[in-house]
């Protein structure tokens, strides 16, 4: 066993950007092997829309998710012929519990780029456009954030859909209700209430039409068993059980995403380096705001790949 003991975490809806995965592409025959797997099961072009954009076409909820989820797979592929070190336990925020899902081999690539394609478009009409939002609640406990859902239910749902670290709460819920709350937050204390910028309220009991159609589609989804135990989002601790794993994931789309307390459960368990691979430093910035001993690499592009294997191998020789 070696002295650092890793997660791999995988980033969720909101971390894509054009460009994503490019430099990786061209670099790396397993990042381009993944990218044409992926591409087998989608109904457009991947690699197109991933490193060209248009942004407006890439945030759509259809979209986004197929191709965070490919270009997270094949960036795992690529680091993983480069190492020998294994992590404990593998996560993600929301989307990202796919990518953890594909990359402990619960969900061929093909498999889950057509599953997360339907879960796009199964969340984005459930709820019409324009009557749900979310909005993020800094500096304020949650405790005071449930309290002023609570108090704003009056204007409709309202509720905590991201519980991201100590200082950062995401709300989500019917627009009016959302505003209201926000208002609530503010003045019992919170430091911001930011509105974000998403096409419905995700993790909300106002996805629930988009968990029926998804335990529909799952009815037809086989499921194989993981190479390493990955955290499920509706509860904070591990898959025990692969006749449990279509329920928890129904139970995601509706349920609060417990990204904070599944970061102390690894941590609990002894984990003190966390990989983000994907897009971005968002789950490497939340990991450092939960605990700041912990040490964070990323997998996004070949520079920092580069630092990781570097980082890695280090571990692993000191451990000889």
């Given at each position: 066993?070696?002295?650092?003991?890793?997660?791999?975490?995988?980033?969720?809806?909101?971390?894509?950007?054009?460009?994503?995965?490019?430099?990786?592409?061209?670099?790396?025959?397993?990042?381009?092997?993944?990218?044409?797997?992926?591409?087998?099961?989608?109904?457009?072009?991947?690699?197109?829309?991933?490193?060209?954009?248009?942004?407006?076409?890439?945030?759509?909820?259809?979209?986004?998710?197929?191709?965070?989820?490919?270009?997270?797979?094949?960036?795992?592929?690529?680091?993983?012929?480069?190492?020998?070190?294994?992590?404990?336990?593998?996560?993600?925020?929301?989307?990202?519990?796919?990518?953890?899902?594909?990359?402990?081999?619960?969900?061929?690539?093909?498999?889950?780029?057509?599953?997360?394609?339907?879960?796009?478009?199964?969340?984005?009409?459930?709820?019409?456009?324009?009557?749900?939002?979310?909005?993020?609640?800094?500096?304020?406990?949650?405790?005071?954030?449930?309290?002023?859902?609570?108090?704003?239910?009056?204007?409709?749902?309202?509720?905590?859909?991201?519980?991201?670290?100590?200082?950062?709460?995401?709300?989500?819920?019917?627009?009016?209700?959302?505003?209201?709350?926000?208002?609530?937050?503010?003045?019992?204390?919170?430091?911001?209430?930011?509105?974000?910028?998403?096409?419905?309220?995700?993790?909300?009991?106002?996805?629930?039409?988009?968990?029926?159609?998804?335990?529909?589609?799952?009815?037809?989804?086989?499921?194989?068993?993981?190479?390493?135990?990955?955290?499920?989002?509706?509860?904070?601790?591990?898959?025990?059980?692969?006749?449990?794993?279509?329920?928890?994931?129904?139970?995601q789309v509706v349920?609060?995403?417990?990204?904070?307390?599944?970061?102390?459960?690894?941590?609990?368990?002894?984990?003190?380096?966390?990989?983000?691979?994907?897009?971005?430093?968002t789950l490497s910035s939340f990991v450092?705001?939960?605990?700041?001993?912990?040490?964070?690499?990323?997998?996004?592009?070949?520079?920092?790949?580069?630092?990781?294997?570097?980082?890695?191998?280090?571990?692993?020789?000191?451990?000889?």
């Open positions: 066993m070696i002295s650092k003991r890793l997660a791999f975490i995988f980033p969720g809806q909101g971390s894509q950007v054009p460009g994503m995965g490019k430099a990786l592409y061209e670099e790396n025959s397993i990042f381009r092997e993944a990218f044409a797997q992926a591409q087998q099961a989608l109904p457009f072009d991947l690699k197109d829309l991933c490193f060209n954009g248009p942004k407006e076409t890439l945030d759509n909820t259809v979209y986004a998710q197929p191709c965070l989820l490919a270009t997270s797979v094949a960036a795992y592929r690529t680091l993983l012929s480069h190492i020998t070190v294994q992590p404990v336990f593998m996560a993600g925020l929301s989307l990202g519990e796919y990518s953890a899902l594909t990359a402990s081999g619960v969900f061929s690539l093909e498999q889950a780029a057509s599953l997360v394609h339907h879960r796009g478009r199964f969340m984005e009409n459930a709820v019409p456009q324009g009557k749900g939002t979310m909005a993020a609640i800094m500096g304020l406990d949650t405790a005071a954030i449930q309290e002023a859902c609570d108090q704003a239910i009056g204007s409709g749902i309202v509720e905590i859909a991201n519980y991201n670290y100590a200082g950062q709460t995401v709300i989500g819920g019917e627009v009016a209700a959302v505003r209201q709350a926000m208002e609530l937050c503010l003045e019992k204390g919170a430091k911001r209430a930011v509105e974000l910028a998403v096409s419905g309220p995700f993790h909300t009991s106002m996805l629930k039409e988009a968990a029926i159609q998804l335990e529909n589609y799952f009815k037809d989804v086989a499921f194989g068993p993981w190479t390493v135990p990955v955290i499920s989002n509706f509860r904070a601790t591990p898959y025990e059980t692969l006749e449990e794993a279509s329920n928890l994931l129904v139970q349920s609060s995403v417990q990204w904070e307390q599944s970061v102390q459960y690894m941590i609990s368990q002894g984990v003190d380096t966390f990989v983000e691979i994907g897009t971005g430093k450092k705001r939960i605990d700041k001993t912990c040490t964070t690499l990323q997998v996004e592009d070949p520079a920092s790949l580069e630092k990781t294997i570097q980082c890695l191998e280090e571990y692993q020789h000191a451990d000889k």
